[in-house]
């Protein structure tokens, strides 16, 4: 099941919504970041100060849960990541007895959060240049050997993939330095999740700041859809700033997630 403040959603007939669909233009992630957007949504205020400190006190009590074992971690809730629309595309990494059966990459690091980026800033900016910044890689043998001298470029139709060891580096004044771990760049993007028979599995997934909490999620699908064209401010060669008409392609992405095995009939009707 799929809900935003702890509601949940269904479709028009009443029925519980099983594959949500979406348009993302900046970011997606999975696991704690999303977590902590879900947690902060819960207790918003008209207050533009005290939600400041809604989200610094959310963000420590999430962070403790390190300590305890417990909480969102990417190895918990995903089975593996694929380059393409199903699990029979190529595994960028693969977690558990999958792993071994697929002979796919391993994460390192057990991270807290991944990462899909279409900008070069997380979290109201406070995260700038995450994916220049990210010097390390994040798999035992990433699909693209020169990963680490890719560049960003928000026209390219590729999305940059990367994760985060603790949820708290996104804010430290270090994080230009520890900073996070290349993973993928590329798309269209599948996640597997998890799947418990003995108890449900509960992660978070927030799409451009909507964050949801998935109730026994099967498999989210990121694949383009579109670009559309955007002012931007470009640098002149003096090194000063002017508002010029320098346009610059800025790509939609198409994104889907379902509760349950997609049939035929869903793949076709995800597909844009």
Known sequence: G????????RNEDGSELVCLQAHMLLYAGVAKDAELAYNVEMHRTKSQLCNKLVYLWQGICIALHWFCCVGQRVQRVLRGLYSGKSASATPIFA???RRKRQKAPRLFANPEMIL???IDSFAGGTARD?????WRVGTSEPLDPD???????????????LTLSRLLRVAMPTNRLLAGRRIFQGAPLHFEFKQKNYRDVVTFVQIDGESYKLLN?????????????LLQKAELDNGCCSWISNFQ??????LSV???EPSDSDLTEAEV
């Open 2 to 9: 799929f809900y935003q403040r702890d509601e949940l959603l």
């Open 95 to 97: 977690t558990g007895l």
């Open 116 to 118: 899909c980026l279409n």
């Open 130 to 134: 995450l994916w220049c910044n990210s």
């Open 147 to 161: 990963l680490l001298e890719q560049e960003q470029d928000a026209s390219d139709q590729k999305l940059e993939v």
């Open 217 to 229: 999620p099967h498999s989210m699908t990121i694949e383009f859809d579109q670009q559309i064209t």
């Open 249 to 254: 392609n800025f790509q939609n992405d198409h």
């Open 258 to 260: 379902s509760t349950s």
